[in-house]
């Protein structure tokens, strides 16, 4: 499809859908827009329309022990109960990450706890980790088609359980969900369920890591670090997870620093978007060259753009996942990110974005 195509989907969602949902809630415009997409690509028709619109080119690349048609990812929240995993895959999203789910079914913060910010590209949500509890998300991935793309589950801890028996609480969910999905995220680093960082301490990762893997079967288990810590904490992190198995990190999660002091961004809780961009970046490079680049990193955290997305990637990201952009820039950004990476890739003579993975700090 022409640039201009894509350019005008865009636009249209900037002068016309955005608008719309920018006088909602930022919960309920969220919950409309996932409603949507599930009508859209329940009939064979409405998937059809979809792809021809909004499909992007391949750029294939292999990581994790799995096949990506393209290294663009949904990052865990948009969808945290699966309801719309046709959706995102017709979209042309190259793998999914749903959840945060916790063993218990909880309600999560009181309302409101989603905000936005138009003039800095950034959310702020304070969500809780509200969830159907593991035990119903089995039940319903039990029953849903899986999409044929690989399918990340994010788990967190349930509010009731304590930071001693946080482990269990983990392991229980991977056990639970385990038969359904590709691979789990061990989220310790919501900055929305109380002392949950605290987890990310060496001595309690490890346990929960290794409780986790008694139950994950031969699939990737990665975790996800909080942007907020010293360096030397992230290369501890990073050393515990890689000495104990674990396949992967993903970098970063939502961030408590406020570069900015607008209202919006005075709200209480985890800042996504596009202020996340630099910081999110710097983590991937020290994870990068503390590992030297033998250790898959997903990186996400303010990417809205094929040059926000190179970036993450000469840096040392093997994929991306994004959020935000889907919020401000609708759809239309999934192909305007993986064919600009295509260009990109082709235009330094790259045959593969493996090629260009932390190229950046190789000098």
Not at 41 to 60: A, D, H, I, Q, S
Not at 302 to 313: N, Q, T
């Amino acid at each position: 499809m022409p640039l201009t195509a894509y350019w005008s989907m865009g636009l249209g969602y900037s002068l016309i859908a955005r608008p719309i949902l920018a006088l909602m809630d930022s919960e309920k415009a969220h919950s409309r827009a996932l409603l949507g997409l599930r009508f859209v690509t329940f009939t064979f028709l409405g998937r059809m329309m979809l792809r021809v619109l909004y499909r992007p080119r391949k750029v294939e690349t292999e990581c994790l022990g799995m096949n990506f048609s393209n290294p663009l990812g949904l990052a865990a929240g948009m969808d945290k109960k699966a309801e719309a995993m046709r959706g995102w895959e017709t979209l042309g999203f190259g793998f999914i990450e749903v959840g945060g789910i916790t063993e218990h079914e909880q309600s999560g913060n009181p309302k409101p706890r989603m905000f936005r910010s138009s003039n800095h590209n950034a959310l702020v949500n304070r969500m809780g980790f509200n969830n159907p509890g593991s035990e119903k998300m089995a039940s319903h991935l039990a029953k849903s088609s899986k999409p044929n793309i690989p399918l990340f589950l994010n788990v967190g801890k349930s509010k009731i359980t304590t930071l001693e028996d946080a482990h269990l609480d983990y392991a229980t969910t991977v056990s639970r969900c385990e038969p359904y999905v590709d691979g789990f995220v061990i989220n310790v680093s919501s900055p929305n369920t109380p002392n949950l960082r605290e987890l990310q301490k060496d001595e309690d990762l490890a346990r929960i890591i290794v409780e986790v893997q008694k139950y994950s079967g031969e699939k990737p288990v990665l975790i996800k670090i909080a942007p907020d810590l010293e360096d030397m904490q992230i290369r501890s992190i990073v050393d515990t997870a890689r000495s104990l198995g674990c396949a992967g990190i993903i970098a970063t999660n939502t961030t408590i620093e406020r570069p900015d002091d607008s209202k919006t961004m005075d709200e209480t809780g985890g800042l996504s978007g596009k202020p996340l961009s630099s910081r999110s970046t710097q983590v991937i490079r020290l994870i990068a060259d503390h590992t030297d680049g033998d250790w898959p990193i997903i990186g996400v955290g303010g990417i809205s753009s094929a040059e926000d997305a190179w970036e993450k990637i000469i840096n040392g990201a093997s994929l991306l996942q994004i959020y935000s952009a889907m919020v401000f820039q609708g759809a239309s950004v999934i192909k305007k990110i993986v064919n600009g990476l295509d260009k990109k890739m082709k235009a330094q003579g790259f045959t593969s974005l493996e090629q260009a993975i932390g190229i950046a700090r190789r000098g």
